[in-house]
């Protein structure tokens, strides 16, 4: 299981923005799906997007028009970029790989420690 890294939380007010990051030392994103995920306190982990190849799929509807996915390759990093947060999308944010398809939450045997995010005035 690659090893991943986020980063990039902290607090925002409503309708500010967030570029959260996923990186690996040892294994090479570029040639993976990369998955985003997210857990709201006292709620299950969700599928926010992925990421695969250069084709991004956002399947949480409340983030669609707000979030996107890209990708440094030269710094072997892929980004989440939120803009126009709002308070639901506090939540604990973690990234996943694949080499063939999106990550899914079952795909996953070993989570990264996340990203706190937390919107609030």
């Known amino acids: 299981q690659a090893h991943l890294v986020e980063s990039g939380g902290g607090l925002v007010h409503p309708g500010g923005s967030l570029s959260l990051s996923c990186t690996s030392s040892?294994?090479?994103?570029?040639?993976?799906?990369i998955g985003w995920f997210r857990q709201a306190p006292g709620k299950e982990r969700e599928e926010v997007g992925c990421?695969?190849?250069?084709?991004?799929?956002l399947y949480a509807d409340s983030v669609k028009g707000r979030f996107t996915i890209s990708k440094d390759t030269a710094k072997n990093t892929v980004y989440l970029d939120m803009n126009n947060l709002k308070p639901e999308d506090t939540a604990v944010y973690y990234c996943?790989?694949?080499?063939?398809?999106?990550?899914?939450?079952?795909?996953?045997?070993?989570w990264g420690q996340g990203t706190q995010v937390t919107v609030s005035s």
């Open positions: 040892d294994f090479k994103l570029d040639l993976n799906h």
């Open positions: 990421l695969a190849d250069t084709r991004i799929y």
């Open positions: 996943a790989a694949n080499p063939w398809v999106c990550p899914s939450i079952t795909d996953v045997d070993s």
